[in-house]
């Protein structure tokens, strides 16, 4: 058997996930550890284990001399890098390149020309893929600002052209608003991506957030693999997604102008690895290009779910230039309806990271779920890395069986020892427009689900289940 060496750059559930695909396809998985996570969980997942010095990420996770380096030193073929990172460092992709080590991402040239807002949106716009009106060219100065604002209408959002992880965005509804702000969000912008630049762009009200996945090999083919709404979102941020999306619906000419368009901007660039296309659509379903993520992404597991295809095995044998094993697009067929939330080290009510100890961990899901996760009793969350401990993923044949798999699954899952958002996802679970199909991106800010959550009652009943088990376990 042809067996490939693998070096999963990355942490958390994402590197426990890559380690899973890798042993699917008989490689060789080999994991990172550092410092600050000498039992991380994902080691368990990994076949061999290297050592990567450094006092924080910037030494570590996002060296890439040193990572090439342990990848020469360990006789790596492919580097996989997850989400976050070096995930979308076209530079990264290069320097793998150079090194012979195959990047299992697309490549460098398609991670460029969707790395900024500004000229992912203009390539978009050249291959006729509608666009959010607005400037498709960082904006100099405050007067240019108000200017396009003028022109497109307020409200506007001033978005950072290297944003990501729903940072650097600001909405503006005067010109007044654009004064105040303008600089602020330039600085804000410098400090967190190292680049100012600025875009206007129209503000969609009441937007849905609705993406498409696409995989694509290096032989030219690009196939989708249907949408995802994932509106459900604090700070342009999301904590559910849901596939397919409700407000798509039954609309089936509009699910296929939408993934048809995803698959047209994709072709554009040469996309050759998974990737996402996000659009926003208004109430009006028009849709808009947002940004393309070249990457997995965080919610990939509920397309999966419904479409039966493993993505980051797809990704990986893509990368080395292998057949992905399906025939046409038609072969991608989507059953039933899968949901995420999730699992996040933070307050359920300010909905801040709240970093802290794990001292207890148990689960008890239905059938039909899925948990993608990190999780260990004595894992320290810090604030160095994403608050995201695990994703929940529920799938039924309908959307209401879903809905009902993942209550019960939420049910079941106790972490104690620190803060987490399920108290949240539980009121959102059992709200009537959460489960009505009917919400936008304004869910969280319009019906306020943290406002109904009794935090005590919770952390009460994780703390008697938890002590229930280890008595029964133990006899104490
Ligand atoms: P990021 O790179 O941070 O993910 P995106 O451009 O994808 O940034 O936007 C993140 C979120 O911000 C979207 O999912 C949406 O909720 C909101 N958003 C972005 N652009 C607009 C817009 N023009 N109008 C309304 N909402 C927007
Ligand atoms: P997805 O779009 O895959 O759902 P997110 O937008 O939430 O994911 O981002 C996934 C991860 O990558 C998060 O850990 C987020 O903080 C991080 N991330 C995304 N874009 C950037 C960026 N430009 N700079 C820094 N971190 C980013
Ligand atoms: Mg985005």
């Not at 030219?220 to 709404?229: D, K, L, M, S, T």
């Not at 049910?411 to 620190?418: M, N, Q, S, Y």
């Amino acid at each position: 058997m042809n067996t490939k060496r693998i070096l999963i750059a990355n942490r958390g559930e994402i590197a426990t996930r890559i380690a899973r695909a890798c042993r699917e396809l008989g490689y060789t998985s080999v994991g990172i550890w550092t410092d600050f996570e000498v039992n991380a969980k994902h080691l368990e997942f990994c076949d061999e284990w290297v050592f990567l010095p450094g006092k924080n990420n910037r030494e570590t996770y996002l060296d890439i001399q040193k990572i090439l380096k342990l990848a020469e030193d360990h006789r790596i073929d492919g580097i996989h890098p997850g989400y976050g990172f070096l995930s979308e460092n076209g530079t990264f992709a290069s320097a793998c390149e150079e090194a012979g080590i195959v990047f299992i991402g697309p490549n460098p040239k398609a991670i460029k020309s969707m790395g900024d807002k500004a000229t992912s949106k203009e390539i978009a716009k050249k291959a006729g893929v509608p666009v959010v009106p607005g400037s498709t060219q960082a904006i100099p100065t405050v007067e240019e600002a108000i200017k396009i604002a003028k022109q497109i209408g307020y409200p506007v959002l001033l978005k950072a052209v290297a944003g990501g992880g729903g940072r650097g965005m600001r909405r503006c509804d005067s010109d007044q608003d654009i004064l105040k702000n303008f600089e602020a969000v330039g600085r804000e912008a410098l400090a967190s991506f190292a680049n100012a630049e600025l875009l206007v762009e129209k503000y969609i009200l009441n937007p849905h957030h609705i993406e498409v996945q696409i995989l694509a090999d290096k032989k030219g083919n690009v196939y989708h693999f249907f949408e995802r709404e994932c509106s459900i979102q604090r700070r342009h941020q999301k904590i559910i997604e849901e596939a397919p999306s409700p407000f798509v619906g039954e609309d089936e000419e509009l699910r296929k102008r939408l993934c048809n368009t995803a698959v047209t901007l994709a072709r554009a660039v040469g996309y050759d690895s998974a990737g996402t296309v996000e659009f926003v659509m208004g109430a009006d379903r028009n849709f808009y290009f947002l940004e393309m993520n070249t990457r997995i992404q965080v919610e990939h597991p509920i397309t999966e779910e419904i479409t039966g295809v493993d993505l980051i095995v797809c990704m990986i044998q893509g990368a080395f230039g292998e057949s992905l094993g399906i025939p046409s697009q038609e072969w991608i067929k989507r059953t039933g309806h899968a949901i995420e939330c999730r699992i996040c080290a933070e307050d359920p009510i300010t909905m801040l990271p709240a970093p802290g100890k794990v001292t207890g961990f148990e689960t008890n899901f239905p059938q039909g779920t899925r948990f993608d996760n990190c999780l260990y009793k004595g894992l320290q969350v810090t604030p160095d890395f994403d608050p995201m401990v695990g994703k929940l993923v529920a799938k039924g044949i309908i959307r209401d069986v879903a809905l009902r798999k993942m209550r019960a699954a939420l049910d079941g899952l106790f972490i104690e020892g620190l803060k987490t958002n399920i108290p949240l996802l539980k009121e959102i679970l059992r709200e009537e427009h959460f489960l009505s199909g009917h919400y936008n991106t304004n869910y969280i800010a319009e019906f306020k689900p943290q406002e109904k959550i009794n935090t005590d009652f919770d952390h009460h009943r994780v703390y008697q289940v938890l002590a229930t088990i280890e008595v029964r376990r133990f006899g104490r």
